[in-house]
C-alpha cells in the first residue's frame, strides 16, 4: 500500500506561487501514474494534471501554462509548481497515485485572496 503525505499549500495572493509536494512511502518509480486533483467547496474533485514514469505530462485546461508536474525519483516525491495563481484556484489539492490500485494523500488547502 503507498501512503501518500501533501505539504506546501497555504494562503497567497493572486498571480502568487506555491509548490506542493507529495512524499511517498515508498519507490515511485515503479508508479506509472501519478497526478493531482482539487476540489473546492461545493464543487466535484477534478483532475489538474498527470505525469507518467515515463516521462509524460498532461494538464487541465485551467492550469495549463501555470502549472508544472515533475517527479522525483531519487525521493519519492512529485511536485506542483503552481505560478501566477488565480482566486478560482482555491482548493483542496489532492495527489494520487495508479498502481493497481489508486491510493491518495489527505489533502492540502491551497486559498488564493484576490
Known amino acids: 500500500q503507498v501512503q501518500l503525505v501533501e505539504s506546501g499549500g497555504g494562503l497567497v495572493q493572486a498571480g502568487g506561487s506555491l509548490r506542493l509536494s507529495c512524499a511517498a512511502s515508498?519507490?515511485?518509480?515503479?508508479?506509472?501514474?501519478m497526478g493531482w486533483y482539487r476540489q473546492a467547496p461545493g464543487k466535484q474533485r477534478e483532475w489538474v494534471a498527470a505525469?507518467?514514469?515515463?516521462?509524460?505530462?498532461n494538464y487541465a485546461d485551467s492550469v495549463k501554462g501555470r502549472f508544472t508536474i515533475s517527479r522525483d525519483n531519487a525521493v519519492n516525491t512529485m511536485y506542483l509548481q503552481m505560478n501566477n495563481l488565480k482566486p478560482e484556484d482555491t482548493a483542496v489539492y489532492y495527489c494520487?497515485?495508479?498502481?493497481?490500485?489508486?491510493?491518495w494523500g489527505q489533502g492540502t488547502q491551497v486559498t488564493v485572496s484576490s
Open positions: 494520487n497515485a495508479v498502481r493497481v490500485f489508486t491510493y
Open positions: 515508498e519507490s515511485i518509480s515503479s508508479i506509472n501514474v
Open positions: 505525469a507518467t514514469s515515463g516521462g509524460s505530462t
